[in-house]
């Protein structure tokens, strides 16, 4: 533990930007995994549904993959290129389904 005041500052804004980061990465890690289970079923209405905004039947997503990739880069918890990387494999296998 820390001893020094700005020491203990540092570690209490660490640990608030540990727990923030923790809740948005796995905010995209359950939309990802409906994306990808989507898409080994070759389900593309389930699949498109995750990708965009809409709402039909997944109720329990906060929010849909392609917005929460954007809100990550906002927020500077991945990088731009990560971001276009991802973005491009996700609309890549989405293409592939049709």
């Known amino acids: ?3 020094i005041k700005w020491a203990k500052k540092a570690l209490k804004v660490s640990r608030k930007k540990q727990i923030r980061n923790k809740h948005f990465k796995d905010i995209y890690s359950e939309a990802r995994k409906l994306f990808e289970k989507a898409i080994k079923a070759w389900d ?3 699949a498109t549904t995750v ?3 809409k709402k039909e039947d997944w109720k329990n997503v906060k929010s849909w993959l392609q917005s929460i990739i954007d809100k990550l880069v906002k927020k500077n918890i991945i990088k731009p ?3 276009a ?3 491009a494999k996700y609309a890549r296998m989405l293409k592939e389904l049709s």
Request: no cysteine; net charge positive; glycine share 0%.
């Open 44 to 46: 593309k209405d389930a």
């Open 1 to 3: 533990m820390p001893i």
């Open 85 to 87: 990387r991802k973005k």
């Open 81 to 83: 290129n990560n971001w």
């Open 51 to 53: 990708w965009f905004n």
